[in-house]
Structures are given as structure tokens and as C-alpha cells.
């Protein structure tokens, strides 16, 4: 794989620096090349880590058909020699933003959602090239549906107690939630603040895999919801951004009843062998969704 990235960079690779932070399994590294160029290289092995190689071939999709406007590093180039796959990407000098939130970097990050919805509509990607949205979970749970194990809805008792004894209204919410979810914007799928990058001037969002074609106010709507992990209500904030404020308030509300869903029932049904710290962020994003829709119900 090394020689097929040079030779793909035309130049050798004179330094590599492992990215850590992330929670796929692979290679992340920022790359120094004889010549002084830079490049960012993530890759994974199809034999070891299939899911990983399966969302890095989809992402190559993606990112060859974002536009140039679009506030995402620019691809390179792709490897892939049927085991391994590498995306190529330009380098981005930046940092990832500060946690808690600053306010100054959320208003930042909040303007580039945006900019995004208005760059993304109608999506520029062929919706069958996309995967499902990472969304859903309480309709699972209350139904007792195949693969949902009895100690999973237990797990969800403990982190939840509200939540368990609301399934039915949460499912309810859930299985509504289709016209609050249609739309024609590409969205990130996956925009949390470990997915987003700072300079100066500009604001970056990387990580595409796990796009889908839906309503604009998705990601928005997601991304506020672990603001008050911050300290930040964000209920104010959506009443005041542009992608939130004119909606219907069963449309947030559908968002995050799925948005919540997703992240509790995974985190619930981890094995002993998932990253810890990955479960850890699950819980705490999902039960900040629940929290803020709780609140607004």
C-alpha cells in the first residue's frame, strides 16, 4: 500500500505522524513528502477491519462529487488494491474545536452548517450510492424486534429510566418521524465536534462516510443536541438559527427522538469488546438528545 500512496503522490513519503482521537479502526496520518509537500492519508484493511474498508470505498464516493465550495479538505486521490483502501486528502493546519464548546467556535461551526445546507441542496450525490441514515432505535426496542436482547432494554432502564417508561411515546415519535426526516440536502451524517476541524479562517468539516440525502435541518438539529454537555441550553439557539427557527416543533422533535434512539441502542447493546470510549460518547450525546427533547415535550 505505501508504495502505491507515493507513487499515487508522486513524491516520497518522508515522515508520517499517527492521528490519534478517532474510533475507526486503521491508519489516520498526516504525511511529509521529500519534496516538502503534505498530504492526509486514512486506510483500512478489507481482511481486518471490512465495515471500516466498506465506509472508506463509500466515502470516496462522496468526496469526489462535493463541490469545490464545499468547506471539506479536498481528495487527493484513492487507493485500493482489493484489500487495502486509502483516501488521499489535502492537509488541513487545524485543530479540532475546544470541549466544552466556546460560544464563539459553536457560532462559528453553526454558520458553516449553513453555508453547507446551501452548498448541498439539492444533494449532489445519488441517494443509492449513500448508506441508511444512523438514525432509529426506540421503535426496535419497544417491539421487541429480532436481535434485540432483554438485557439491552435492561441497560436502557439503567441509563434512562424516563426513557424506558416512555418507549411507546419515543417509538411513536420515531415511526412518524419520515416526512420530518424527507428532503434533498446532503447532510454529514455524523457531525459532532470530533468530525469538524478550526483554522483561522475557515471551518472544516471531514469524515463523510455516513452521509444521506434528507431535511437540511438534520444536522443542525444533531449537533446542537450535545451542546448542553457544554453547559449551553440549546433551545435558544435553535429558536434563533436559520435551519431550526421557522420548523414545525414535531419536526425537531422527530430528529432527536431518532437521533437519541440510535445512539442509546447501540451504546446499550455494545459488546465487552467495543472501545469504551466510544460507548462513554454514545451515552452521553444520546442521553443530552433525550434530555433536550424531554424538555421540549
Known amino acids: 500500500m505505501a508504495a502505491g500512496i507515493e507513487r499515487l503522490l508522486g513524491d516520497r513519503v518522508a515522515g508520517a505522524v499517527s492521528q490519534p482521537g478517532g474510533f475507526s479502526e486503521g491508519l489516520a496520518a498526516r504525511l511529509r513528502l521529500a519534496r516538502g509537500g503534505r498530504a492526509f492519508v486514512k486506510a483500512a484493511s478489507t481482511s481486518t477491519a471490512p465495515a471500516v474498508a466498506a465506509f472508506h470505498r463509500r466515502e470516496i464516493v462522496i468526496s469526489r462529487r462535493l463541490p469545490r465550495t464545499v468547506p471539506a479538505p479536498r481528495l487527493l486521490d484513492a487507493y485500493d488494491d482489493g484489500d487495502w483502501v486509502a483516501l488521499i486528502f489535502e492537509e488541513i493546519p487545524g485543530r479540532l474545536p475546544a470541549q466544552p464548546w466556546r460560544r464563539d467556535e459553536l457560532e462559528r461551526v453553526l454558520a458553516a452548517v449553513t453555508d453547507l445546507n446551501q452548498a448541498l441542496t439539492p444533494s449532489p450525490v445519488d441517494g443509492t450510492q449513500l448508506g441508511r441514515p444512523r438514525l432509529g432505535g ?70 463523510w462516510p455516513h452521509a444521506w440525502v434528507g431535511a437540511g435541518h438534520c444536522d443542525a438539529v444533531t449537533l446542537l443536541a450535545g451542546v448542553s454537555l457544554s453547559g449551553m441550553d440549546p433551545q435558544p439557539i435553535a429558536e434563533a438559527h436559520p435551519l431550526t427557527r421557522d420548523l414545525d416543533p414535531a419536526q425537531v422533535d422527530a430528529v432527536l427522538a431518532m437521533h437519541s434512539g440510535f445512539l442509546l441502542r447501540v451504546a446499550a447493546s455494545a459488546g465487552p469488546g467495543t472501545d469504551l470510549n466510544l460507548v462513554n460518547m454514545m451515552v452521553a450525546l444520546g442521553l443530552a438528545s433525550l434530555r433536550w427533547l424531554r424538555n421540549r415535550l
Open 138 to 207: 426506540w421503535a426496535a426496542l419497544a417491539n421487541g424486534a429480532a436481535g434485540i436482547e432483554s438485557a439491552t432494554v435492561k441497560r436502557i432502564d439503567a441509563l434512562s429510566p424516563w426513557a424506558a417508561g416512555h418507549l411507546d411515546e419515543l417509538a411513536a415519535l420515531e415511526e412518524s418521524a419520515a416526512s420530518a426526516l424527507a428532503g434533498q440536502t446532503l447532510l454529514h451524517g455524523d457531525l459532532y465536534p470530533f468530525n469538524i476541524m478550526l483554522t483561522p479562517e475557515r471551518v472544516f468539516v471531514v469524515d
